[in-house]
């Protein structure tokens, strides 16, 4: 049970606000961020997601910039409400087709109508674009697409080396096309987030992959979609134990140790030859999300040394100088004094390439007690648009609606074997876009 619901933007402006009970005093918008934006904990750099302020709870996530908040004088589930603030969040980019400032304020007739249905007096009602489609009655209206960043979902989305248009990912899924048609086409993100921790002399001491199927479809007809994972998938023994299923286990190349799936996927299949089957609803959903710790080969490697270079000094103060690799192109580095952290950024890594950054410190006075060397932990946040960890593979099998024949497109993506579309209409085939994603979830070696 919440009490309010808003958003706010990268400045504090309140661009939605939505009061359920009238528990909470009306400027809690302000309060939360001027607590958000001057936070001071301990060591905390930046607010956590979920805190108290004179006996109001304020929980909130950022998606894309924005902040959704809401806020409780009741002890409920943290997860709870923040599984909800990011399922608001999806819904709101369904119907708008993208989520943004501009977006939000120019259908805010739409954005009350939809947080009515969703939430009544503080309880949720539903969070499935396909039932709101029944309550839900006002027309979104279309934001320019070229306003989006160039790093944002629709410049990424790619077949092959044919990039897509910049708009085919931000459209509403509640919208038709001009003519009252709708453009056939699915989507389907695989974004994987690795996580690996290495010792002081270079060797992987943890590993881990945690990978998601997203799908978003624009398809009529409601067709059935059958998705082939490679057939040397190996599960784990808890995978779909809340599904019925039980897993078989095996030697496969590529080995998970658990996974689950959204409620529409049918696995009747799924034992005997890795194929999920399911009517997509309309709106964005993770069709499978699993995890591996199987070894796997890292995309970066990260080496750190200190090296003495006179006596050792107490610290006062730091004063940092860097001094980047020579011909280095599209690097920066920063030293933020409030944390005592070194900041270095590069613009673009080639495979196969070694980059090295010194970072010489100077103390202000020197010091005749024993100082401890120590430095880390070093994190690396990356994002590698088509790779893979995991190195499952990926191809997309297209049937002719009107005969038997097959083929296969077989493609550089690495999730599922294929994608099967049964369409009943012989007019036209769709449209089927894949992006591949790796992300690092934290990166980490100790010194």
């Known amino acids: 049970m919440i009490s309010q619901f808003f958003v706010l933007s990268q400045r504090g402006d309140n661009i939605v606000f939505r009061d359920y009970r009238g528990e909470v005093q009306k400027g809690s918008a302000e309060i939360f961020f001027r607590k958000v934006k001057f936070w001071e904990d301990g060591d905390l750099q930046e607010a956590p997601p979920v805190f108290n302020v004179d006996g109001v709870n304020y929980f909130h996530v950022k998606v894309v910039g924005l902040l959704f908040v809401a806020t409780t004088r009741v002890n409920v589930s943290p997860s709870l409400v923040l599984e909800l603030l990011q399922r608001i969040a999806r819904v709101i980019k369904d119907y708008l087709g993208i989520l943004n400032e501009d977006s939000l304020r120019k259908n805010f007739v739409l954005v009350y109508e939809l947080l009515d249905e969703v939430i009544d007096f503080g309880y949720v009602q539903t969070t499935s674009t396909e039932m709101l489609k029944a309550y839900v009655f006002n027309e979104p209206l279309v934001v320019d697409a070229a306003r989006l960043s160039p790093l944002g979902p629709g410049s990424i989305f790619t077949q092959g080396t044919k990039r897509m248009p910049g708009i085919a990912v931000t459209k509403s ?3 038709t096309e001009p003519g009252g048609r ?5 989507f389907v993100d695989i974004i ?8 002081s002399s270079g060797y992987i001491l943890t590993s881990e992959i945690d990978g998601t199927i997203q799908m978003k479809s624009y398809l009529s007809g409601n067709p059935e979609i059958r998705l082939a994972l490679n057939e040397d998938l190996s599960i784990g023994r808890n995978v779909g134990a809340a599904y019925g299923y039980r897993s078989s286990s095996g030697s496969g190349t590529v080995v998970l140790d658990d996974c689950n799936f959204h409620e529409s996927v049918r696995l009747d299949s799924f034992d005997i030859d890795r ?3 399911l009517i997509p ?5 993770p069709v499978m999300n699993y995890r591996m710790t199987q070894e796997f080969r890292p995309p970066f490697r990260i080496n750190a040394l200190i090296e003495e270079a006179g006596s050792l000094k107490t610290l006062h103060y730091i004063r940092v100088s860097f001094e980047l690799e020579p011909g280095a192109v ?9 944390n005592k952290r070194l900041e270095w950024s590069l613009k673009k890594i080639v495979g196969g390439s070694e980059h090295t950054l010194r970072a010489k410190l100077t103390f202000a006075q020197e010091s005749h007690v024993n100082v401890t060397k120590e430095s880390g932990p070093v994190s690396v946040t990356f994002t590698i648009p088509m790779y893979n960890a995991s190195r499952l593979q990926f191809s997309i099998l297209s049937r002719c609606p009107v005969c038997t024949a097959v083929s296969i497109t077989q493609l550089t993506l690495n999730v599922v074997k294929y994608l099967q579309i049964a369409k009943k209409s012989a007019t036209h085939e769709p449209y089927r876009w894949v992006r591949y994603v790796t992300q690092a979830n934290s990166y980490v070696a100790r010194i």
Not at 331 to 336: H, P, R, V, Y
């Open 173 to 175: 899924v509640v919208a």
């Open 182 to 186: 709708r453009r056939e086409e699915i």
């Open 192 to 199: 994987e987030k690795i996580s690996i921790t290495f010792s």
């Open 275 to 277: 194929t999920l089957s």
């Open 281 to 285: 609803p309309d709106g964005e959903f």
């Open 330 to 338: 599209g690097q920066t580095t920063d030293f933020k004094e409030a």
